[in-house]
């Protein structure tokens, strides 16, 4: 069983940023690919960024490359998301997410049927 938590949410103006975290717990952190998603109301859960078990290879959707950068410490059970020059459109429901599935330390996982534990979620809202 694996145990995620975010922090770091909350409420920012437009060009300002956030730094999110995910403390894992529970079965061996450092072994798997991880991912943040996002949700706004209304709409389908997003993929945001996501980054291999080693920490050596990472993947950003188009909205956020540039802007966002996804990092993890392994030996602190931890997975961040550093989001600079926010926008409106940031405001979600920001999720990070585990693959416990072993993959080779260069493999990022994007699709979201392929992450099997979730965290609780932590609010984002960017104002104008």
């Known amino acids: 069983q694996v145990q995620l938590v975010e922090s770091g949410g909350g409420l920012v103006q437009a060009g300002g940023s956030l730094r999110l975290s995910c403390a894992a717990s529970g079965r061996t952190f450092s072994s798997y690919a991880m991912g943040w998603f996002r949700q706004a109301p209304g709409k389908e859960r997003e993929f945001v960024a996501a980054?291999?078990?080693?920490?050596?290879?990472?993947y950003y959707a188009d909205s956020v490359k540039g802007r966002f950068t996804i990092s993890r410490d392994n030996a602190k059970n931890t997975v961040y998301l550093q989001m600079n020059s926010l926008k409106p459109e940031d405001t979600a429901v920001y999720y990070c997410?585990?693959?416990?599935?072993?993959?080779?330390?260069?493999?990022?996982?994007?699709?979201?049927?392929?992450?099997?534990?979730w965290g609780q979620g932590t609010q984002v809202t960017v104002s104008s």
């Open positions: 980054i291999s078990w080693s920490g050596g290879n990472t």
């Open positions: 997410a585990a693959d416990t599935t072993p993959h080779l330390h260069t493999i990022v996982v994007v699709p979201i049927y392929e992450y099997d534990y």
